[in-house]
């Protein structure tokens, strides 16, 4: 018996400790490019079943731990639950056709979806199905709002907030962003780079391959980046958020109760700190009467390092590793697509640059409220 | 007159009009929530007296803390200058919390942990007749050098903790 609670007292501790954002966001990323390298190998329906199994059985097993199931059992969090299964099955559907598909495109055959004439009137086949998606969708909401209590909280209160004050599930993802950015960039700049840059794609990307049929060997690059922004970047922190983020927004391990005594979080400095040289943060700024390029020459770091980041490397790759999809966008199209691409890397970078570094912000222009 | 067409655009023009004119009040909002913006906080040498680093928090809800520091008498904003979120006191890390995205600040209020890129705001503190006066009209911001003003802090000897 002593053996066994010990194996079981390792395993939360262990998984305690995998569960830092910097380690689950690796864990996933791995398991993203390994997923996207043997996608024909582990999408076969038999294999697949098997992972979903595992999952399943990982999941129940974690969920007889009182402390874990009282943070994923909130009325809020059965979306959230929803989503991770609906995001499995989609991804492996799309991958087991793709993979179906690139088998057939090596044999020489045309995409599944190519050969079935499976063409019907929109009226009243599509409108009598979608009628019935309408009232099945209805009566599931109505049955789950008639279940479940909607989570309400306390009436707002001048001198108590909430704690940890979190958005609705679908922005938590935001929230956990905004640790990492100053708001107007989480909040405003990358919400609208998100969005034009989804608008841009069509005028990107005008490979006619892949259009009406999944395949991933024809279209590695699009597929890859898609997964990769979808699932580490918007998936990933709303999980993260949701699940190991408690008191005063600390990261908890998802077996550590939401104690709001625990240890303080890394105190943090910027990048122009760091290269200058500590110093009392109180004398870092400078006065309204200072000349106005001393904060500019206090940030050159950061400003250089972003410099470099966003004009230099997208310059080198077009030289070295995409010169061929430079040739084939043309100047214009590959500039735009390589700062959109340059923008979403930005932010893994700052927030590995947040893990280990404990670097705030590479550019702290504080006094203009100018922070990246 | 009194066609479709007739009645349509009228309606159209009318609901129009007023819903151009609603969009002043729609950008006013119902609450005011203006905390006072001038309050008496007691007799100077009642403050003299408390040991260092304790932070009064009877004037939370007009949104400021007072705190003993080691060099005189402060009075923090109580909104996070990362989003504006209403931060906690928590005496156990001496460190004043942010719930919505985990800053946190010392007592001096500088900021220390999470994305908050500047310290607290510093609400004007002045003495008349041995009374101290917070005045939220008037906020000093220490990235901007403002700390070294006369009006940021009401010196004190560092002996009163002796």
Redesign the interface.
């Known amino acids: 018996m002593i053996a066994e609670a010990w194996t079981i007292d390792s395993l939360r501790e262990g998984s305690n400790w995998l569960a830092h954002p910097a380690r689950v966001m690796t864990i996933c990323a791995i398991g993203l490019v390994a997923g996207l390298w043997w996608y024909r190998v582990w999408t076969r329906p038999r294999w697949a079943a098997l992972l979903l199994g595992g999952l399943l059985a990982v999941v129940t097993l974690a969920g007889l731990d009182p402390v874990l199931r009282d943070k994923v059992c909130r009325p809020d969090n059965l979306a959230i639950l929803l989503l991770v299964l609906l995001l499995c099955f989609f991804v492996w559907r799309g991958l087991r056709q793709a993979a179906v598909n690139d088998d057939r495109a090596e044999r020489g055959e045309p995409p599944f979806e190519a050969g079935a004439d499976d063409k019907v009137l929109t009226w009243p086949h599509l409108v009598f199905l979608e009628l019935v998606a309408l009232v099945a969708c209805s009566a599931f909401l109505v049955i789950w709002s008639l279940l479940v209590r909607a989570p309400l909280e306390p009436p707002a209160d001048?001198?108590?907030?909430?704690?940890?004050?979190k958005a609705p599930w679908y922005f938590v993802g935001l929230?956990e962003l905004?640790?990492?950015?100053?708001?107007w960039l989480a909040?405003v700049v990358l919400p609208v780079v998100m969005v034009v840059g989804l608008s841009a794609l069509p005028y990107l990307d005008r490979n006619p391959r892949g259009s009406g049929y999944y395949t991933l060997r024809e279209r590695p690059l699009a597929v890859s980046v898609f997964l990769a922004a979808f699932i580490l970047l918007w998936m990933l922190p709303i999980l993260v958020g949701t699940f190991l983020?408690g008191?005063?927004?600390?990261l908890y391990g998802p077996f550590e109760p939401w104690d709001?005594?625990t240890e303080?979080?890394?105190?943090?400095v910027n990048l122009s700190a760091m290269v200058w040289g500590e110093r009392?943060?109180?004398e870092?700024?400078?006065?309204?009467e200072?000349a106005l390029w001393r904060p500019v020459v206090r940030e050159l770091p950061g400003i250089v390092l972003l410099g470099f980041y966003f004009l230099v490397m997208p310059w080198v790759l077009s030289r070295t590793a995409w010169r061929g999809l430079r040739e084939r966008m043309g100047s214009v199209r590959y500039l735009v697509f390589s700062v959109l691409l340059m923008g979403m890397g930005l932010v893994p970078a700052k927030m590995l640059l947040r893990w280990l570094l404990d670097v705030?912000?590479i550019v702290?222009l504080?006094?203009w409220?100018l922070?990246i | 007159m009194l066609t479709a067409a007739g009645v349509g655009w009228t309606a159209l023009t009318l609901g129009g009009t007023v819903g151009v004119l609603g969009v002043p009040r729609l950008l006013a909002p119902n609450v005011t929530a203006e905390p006072e913006v001038l309050v008496d906080i007691g007799e100077l040498a009642g403050y003299a007296q408390v040991s260092l680093g304790t932070v009064d928090e009877r004037f939370k809800r007009q949104g400021f803390w007072v705190v003993r520091l080691p060099e005189g008498l402060v009075a923090l904003s109580t909104s996070c200058t990362h989003l504006g979120c209403l931060l906690n006191w928590d005496d156990r890390d001496g460190r004043f919390k942010c719930p919505c995205h985990g800053s946190g600040f010392d007592l001096a209020g500088v900021n220390r942990e999470g994305p908050a890129p500047r310290p607290l705001e510093r609400l004007r503190v002045t003495v008349e007749d041995g009374r101290v006066i917070v005045d939220g009209r008037r906020r000093f911001r220490g990235e901007r050098g403002e700390w070294g003003h006369s009006e940021s802090m009401v010196r004190l000897e560092p002996s009163a903790e002796s």
Request: charged letters at 15%; proline letters at 11%.
């Open positions: 001048l001198e108590t907030v909430l704690n940890p004050a929230q905004l640790v990492y950015f100053d708001p909040g983020r008191p005063n927004w600390t709001p005594h303080s979080p890394a105190e943090l009392s943060e109180m870092a700024g400078f006065g309204a200072a705030r912000y702290a504080t006094e409220s922070n």
